[in-house]
């Protein structure tokens, strides 16, 4: 696994609110997305957030609250915002030596970190669950999958963008196509609600929980 860089060290909680609000005034909409006005104030092109889809998964413990304690958890990143949570999906894991089914689901973000320092973020909030690495297949409290970043294409020690298992994942493009199904995924060059049109397998998912909020 790649651990090249540095985990990103995340403000105090007072702190944290401090930034939180000096970006919700200075961030302004354009088409949707975000951008950094600051930046423009210097004669710069203004900066635009990333928009990032993040796969959450657990089949260990209590899964629900270790899925939204990753919700959370994203949503406090630094230079991040939380704009989407998929409903939640129950699917029976694929390898022999997991034994409780999953809890799925898929987190929007929009994010001023790049690619690498996001996934070790995602690597951190998983060890912050106790996440134990004995089995590829194996239980975990905590699975974070980096999916999508903008059409960005990563192919790197430790780090492959598209997630290289995505398209054909249901328990990842059911909750996916829930919160973005106009998302083009830049390798195969189609929408997400396209992906989940052609699974073979969607029956083995179902449903668990429609509205995220009302689990906390
Ligand atoms: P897994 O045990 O299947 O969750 O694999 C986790 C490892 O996959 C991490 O240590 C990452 O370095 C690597 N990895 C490569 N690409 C990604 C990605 N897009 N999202 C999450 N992990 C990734």
Same mark, same amino acid.
């Given at each position: 696994m790649g651990m090249a860089e540095p985990v990103q060290e995340w403000p105090d909680a !007072?702190?944290?609110?401090?930034?939180?609000a000096e970006r919700t005034e200075s961030y302004v909409s354009t088409q949707g997305r975000l951008t950094t006005p600051q930046m423009a104030t210097h004669g710069q092109a203004p900066r635009v957030a990333a928009c990032v889809y993040i796969g959450v998964g657990s089949n260990l413990g209590d899964r629900m609250s270790h899925c939204l304690a990753? #919700?959370?958890?994203? &949503? !406090?990143? &630094?230079?991040?915002?939380l704009v989407a949570v998929s409903p939640w999906y129950e699917t029976e894991p694929v390898g022999a030596a997991a034994p409780g089914d999953f809890l799925?689901? #898929?987190v929007g973000l929009e994010t001023d970190l790049e690619p690498r320092a996001l996934l070790e973020a995602c690597l951190a909030i998983e060890r912050e669950r106790g996440r134990a690495r004995a089995a590829r297949e194996g239980p975990r409290t905590?699975?974070?999958?980096?999916?999508?970043? &903008?059409d960005r294409v990563v192919d790197e020690p430790g780090l492959t963008v598209p997630h290289p298992r995505m398209a054909e994942r249901a328990f990842v493009l059911l909750p996916l196509a829930d919160i973005a199904p106009r998302a083009v995924h830049p390798v195969l060059g189609c929408t997400v609600a396209v992906l989940r049109s052609r699974l073979s397998d969607r029956h083995a998912v179902r449903l668990y929980q429609s509205s995220w909020s009302s689990a906390v």
């Open positions: !007072r702190r944290k609110e401090a930034l939180r990753a #919700v959370d958890a994203l &949503d !406090r990143l &630094d230079r991040t915002r799925n689901g #898929v905590l699975d974070l999958d980096l999916l999508l970043y &903008d």
